[in-house]
């Protein structure tokens, strides 16, 4: 009986953390813990994870897809680049200390979300996306360096994804989303075989922690394309809060 409650509870943290990272980002700081509490090694919680990741942004691009947001082909190119920086990223050797690592991160992620934040409202002839041209190939660029971020460490990923797309790209949050889960998608794969090559996965906590992940991330992907930006700025900004709080002042 045991077993069962805690097994409950890895979907319950799923669930919670697919709504947040759909929403916002930063989920994995609670699906982290939860796994090494289990019993996993850091290194197998990390590639745990992956597999909860990908199923809940297959189910979140379903979500904002049933809505009518989608952002294909678009967000496919950015997440193909990403994914080349990813494994560039995983094979370089990070010098800076970890611990200073994570502060600069968390003073980063502020940043962001300030930006975000206070960027003023546009008329409606401001809004017009930017999506191809030279915005094309300046938001390749930066998702090739974001990629090759997200190779060192993936937390944080979702939060430079929002602010590439909203300030390069003139995307709403909410479209964003909907193309972060794209590219967070395609992003994931190849970690994940990495990870598997590795034989640092744990299939059944990572397929039943996926459901979770996946039932939050279809109720929030419907649920923010009816709510709009503004309960993503407050999810926004409630995550990267906390995300900086913990990188701050609880990184060993």
């Known amino acids: 009986m045991e077993f069962e409650w805690n097994l409950l509870l890895l979907v319950g943290v799923g669930f919670i ?60 190119y950015l997440g193909i680049v990403a994914l080349i920086g990813a494994v560039i990223g995983a094979k370089i050797a990070i010098q800076v200390p970890e611990d200073l690592f994570n502060k600069i991160l968390a003073f980063v992620m502020i940043i962001v979300v300030v930006f975000l934040v206070s960027q003023r409202k546009k008329t409606l002839s401001e809004l017009t996306e930017r999506l191809t041209g030279k915005y094309l190939w300046i938001s390749l660029l930066a998702f090739f360096f974001i990629g090759i971020y997200g190779g060192f460490i993936q937390a944080g990923t979702g939060f430079f994804v929002l602010l590439a797309l909203s300030s390069i790209n003139q995307m709403s949050l909410v479209k964003s989303n909907a193309a972060k889960a794209v590219i967070i998608l395609i992003f994931n794969i190849g970690a994940l075989a990495t990870f598997a090559y590795e034989g640092k996965i744990n299939w059944s906590y990572g ?29 926004l900004v409630i995550m990267v809060i906390v995300m900086a709080v913990k990188l701050w002042f609880f990184t060993p």
């Open 17 to 76: 953390a697919g709504v947040v990272n759909t929403l916002a980002g930063g989920g994995s700081l609670l699906t982290l813990p939860a796994l090494i509490f289990f019993g996993l090694p850091p290194a197998v919680a990390n590639g745990t994870n992956r597999i909860a990741i990908l199923i809940q942004n297959i189910f979140s691009t379903a979500g904002f897809t049933s809505k009518g947001i989608k952002t294909y082909p678009f967000s496919i």
């Open 207 to 235: 397929l039943i922690m996926a459901v979770g992940n996946a039932s939050g991330a279809w109720f929030a992907s419907r649920w923010s394309v009816s709510k709009g930006d503004k309960i993503v700025k407050i999810f």
